[in-house]
């Protein structure tokens, strides 16, 4: 085990007014080795650095010391460093048995608990380790230009300010801001100036703020049925009523008049999550004439926009927007990499303050160094080169799981066609659960989401869903022979 530095100072208990300051100061130390606070290999702060903290003499400090290092406690000598034995003695691990009896049980707490906390459901995040077929919602991590990205940091930290050590503005770093704004309305259609762009950690951020400048408990939100359970989840803590909205081929239908209560619709015109439908342009326009009729705001959640593999780039539905009914949000998560939490909201004009109110009061602002570096690779032109790159690899690579589809699960699934994304939808024929499959995929190594899990209490056909993504050709061919593998023995 290595050594572990550590200028820290040391909180030790107080020194009776009776025991002499070495014999003090050895006893406490003990203490603390044996009840595990200062760690195998931890280094001791200087004899110095003692003396200064406590009001001892340093020749104090070398003798409780010394006192240590006889009894096996430590380890090394003054001047080198004096460091905690890596292993104690089997009489000293007896002492600290002896000396720290269990304590008797006590009753846990009564905890007063908020509505907000006891509604709150742990929302689980990226899956860990390395990937397999077929991981959704998660890019080819091993292609993400790192060294670019240590450099572009590296420059960053070596100029950065006394400034940009501080803090920014609530809404986020200006330059990222500008850089975000020129990027939305030449790739995205999007219209807005960067006052109206807010930098948040990610999508649930941007939810979060949503739902706490709008929503009061028990006020209802439309989404997507399917749709994203991460949007449940945010919702529902904050003591909302979910109504469901049914999708079809030409994306989410327009709430029918009876829903003229709604305060918020989630949605996903782009590239519907989970099955990859684009909104028609007339249901488009109808979307946004009831929510201009009926006062509810509409969030767009621009998902996995930034690939598309066939036909005309869409426009955001919020280019479509006169009349300041939609909030715009996305994420650089999937585009660059998970750990990245930068995303960003647009708002209507005369939103943005109370937006940037609340943000002052909650998350304050995104790390500013972060969205320094991100607006360099933005600004310099390395976001739109790895942008095209991953888009000719994912395209590669969803052409790939389609063959090795159509030769070895033909009669078993039907993989969805799809236009954009990193995951598509595999449609299970006869009668085989999405869910028992899932479970018998995941005893084999394949990593698939049963559609159902989206499906917010409705009935719907059973699918999987099938990330490609995440892994190379030869780690999706074999994924499809293990699949089908699963599927032919469900099927018998």
């Given at each position: 085990?290595?050594?572990?530095?550590?200028?820290?100072?040391?909180?030790?208990?107080?020194?009776?007014?009776?025991?002499?300051?070495?014999?003090?100061?050895?006893?406490?130390?003990?203490?603390?080795?044996?009840?595990?606070?200062?760690?195998?290999?931890?280094?001791?702060?200087?004899?110095?650095?003692?003396?200064?903290?406590?009001?001892?003499?340093?020749?104090?400090?070398?003798?409780?010391?010394?006192?240590?290092?006889?009894?096996?406690?430590?380890?090394?000598?003054v001047g080198s460093g004096t460091y905690v034995n890596e292993t104690l003695p089997d009489e000293l691990l007896q002492v600290s048995r002896k000396a720290a009896p269990s304590a008797p049980a006590q009753r846990a707490p009564r905890r007063r608990l908020s509505d907000f906390a006891r509604r709150a459901e742990f929302f689980p995040g990226f899956p860990k380790g390395t990937a397999r077929p077929f991981r959704t919602a998660e890019p080819a991590l091993d292609l993400f230009p790192t060294t670019l990205w240590a450099q572009l940091a590296a420059r960053r930290f070596?100029?950065?300010?006394?400034?940009?050590?501080?803090?920014?503005?609530?809404?986020?770093?200006?330059?990222?801001?500008?850089?975000?704004?020129?990027?939305?309305?030449?790739?995205?259609?999007?219209?807005?100036?960067?006052?109206?762009?807010?930098?948040?950690?990610?999508?649930?951020?941007?939810?979060?703020?949503?739902?706490?400048?709008?929503?009061?408990?028990?006020?209802?939100?439309?989404?997507?049925?399917?749709?994203?359970?991460?949007?449940?989840?945010?919702?529902?803590?904050?003591?909302?009523?979910?109504?469901?909205?049914?999708?079809?081929?030409?994306?989410?239908?327009?709430?029918?008049?009876?829903?003229?209560?709604?305060?918020?619709?989630?949605?996903?015109?782009?590239?519907?999550?989970?099955?990859?439908?684009?909104?028609?342009?007339?249901?488009?326009?109808?979307?946004?004439?009831?929510?201009?009729?009926?006062?509810?705001?509409?969030?767009?959640?621009?998902?996995?926009?930034?690939?598309?593999?066939?036909?005309?780039?869409?426009?955001?539905?919020?280019?479509?927007?006169?009349?300041?009914?939609?909030?715009?949000?996305?994420?650089?998560?999937?585009?660059?990499?998970?750990?990245?939490?930068?995303?960003?909201?647009?708002?209507?004009?005369?939103?943005?303050?109370?937006?940037?109110?609340?943000?002052?009061?909650?998350?304050?602002?995104?790390?500013?160094?972060?969205?320094?570096?991100?607006?360099?690779?933005?600004?310099?032109?390395?976001?739109?080169?790895?942008?095209?790159?991953?888009?000719?690899?994912?395209?590669?690579?969803?052409?790939?799981?389609?063959?090795?589809?159509?030769?070895?699960?033909?009669?078993?699934?039907?993989?969805?066609?799809?236009?954009?994304?990193?995951?598509?939808?595999?449609?299970?024929?006869?009668?085989?659960?999405?869910?028992?499959?899932?479970?018998?995929?995941?005893?084999?190594?394949?990593?698939?989401?049963?559609?159902?899990?989206?499906?917010?209490?409705?009935?719907?056909?059973?699918?999987?869903?099938?990330?490609?993504?995440?892994?190379?050709?030869?780690?999706?061919?074999?994924?499809?022979?293990?699949?089908?593998?699963?599927?032919?023995?469900?099927?018998?």
């Open positions: 085990m290595p050594k572990r530095p550590s200028s820290l100072p040391l909180a030790l208990p107080p020194r009776s007014s009776s025991a002499p300051a070495s014999q003090w100061l050895s006893s406490a130390l003990r203490t603390e080795i044996l009840e595990g606070r200062l760690r195998p290999g931890a280094r001791l702060p200087a004899t110095r650095d003692l003396a200064r903290q406590y009001g001892l003499s340093r020749g104090t400090i070398v003798t409780a010391f010394e006192q240590l290092k006889s009894e096996g406690y430590v380890e090394g000598s070596r100029k950065a300010t006394a400034t940009m050590l501080l803090q920014c503005d609530a809404t986020g770093y200006r330059p990222f801001r500008e850089a975000v704004a020129d990027y939305l309305a030449s790739s995205r259609g999007v219209r807005c100036t960067p006052d109206q762009v807010i930098i948040v950690s990610g999508l649930q951020e941007s939810l979060d703020l949503a739902a706490r400048v709008f929503v009061n408990p028990g006020d209802r939100i439309g989404m997507e049925t399917p749709g994203y359970i991460g949007t449940t989840y945010g919702f529902q803590a904050h003591g909302a009523k979910l109504v469901g909205i049914r999708v079809d081929d030409e994306g989410m239908e327009v709430p029918q008049a009876r829903l003229g209560d709604l305060r918020l619709v989630y949605v996903t015109p782009g590239h519907q999550f989970p099955l990859g439908v684009n909104m028609s342009l007339p249901r488009r326009l109808a979307l946004l004439e009831w929510a201009r009729t009926t006062g509810a705001l509409i969030i767009e959640d621009d998902y996995d926009s930034e690939y598309r593999y066939s036909g005309r780039p869409l426009p955001a539905l919020q280019g479509l927007d006169r009349h300041g009914l939609v909030l715009f949000i996305g994420s650089f998560s999937k585009v660059m990499f998970p750990s990245l939490r930068l995303g960003y909201i647009v708002v209507p004009a005369d939103l943005v303050e109370h937006f940037a109110a609340v943000k002052s009061v909650t998350t304050r602002h995104a790390p500013v160094l972060e969205q320094a570096v991100l607006c360099d690779f933005i600004s310099e032109g390395h976001f739109g080169r790895h942008v095209r790159r991953m888009r000719e690899v994912y395209a590669e690579r969803l052409s790939v799981l389609i063959d090795a589809a159509r030769e070895d699960l033909a009669g078993l699934i039907e993989i969805s066609d799809v236009e954009a994304g990193l995951q598509t939808v595999g449609w299970l024929t006869g009668d085989v659960d999405d869910r028992t499959a899932a479970n018998a995929a995941a005893q084999r190594g394949i990593e698939v989401i049963p559609l159902s899990r989206y499906s917010h209490g409705r009935r719907m056909r059973p699918g999987l869903h099938l990330g490609f993504a995440a892994v190379d050709g030869r780690e999706i061919r074999r994924g499809v022979r293990e699949l089908a593998g699963v599927l032919n023995e469900l099927s018998k």
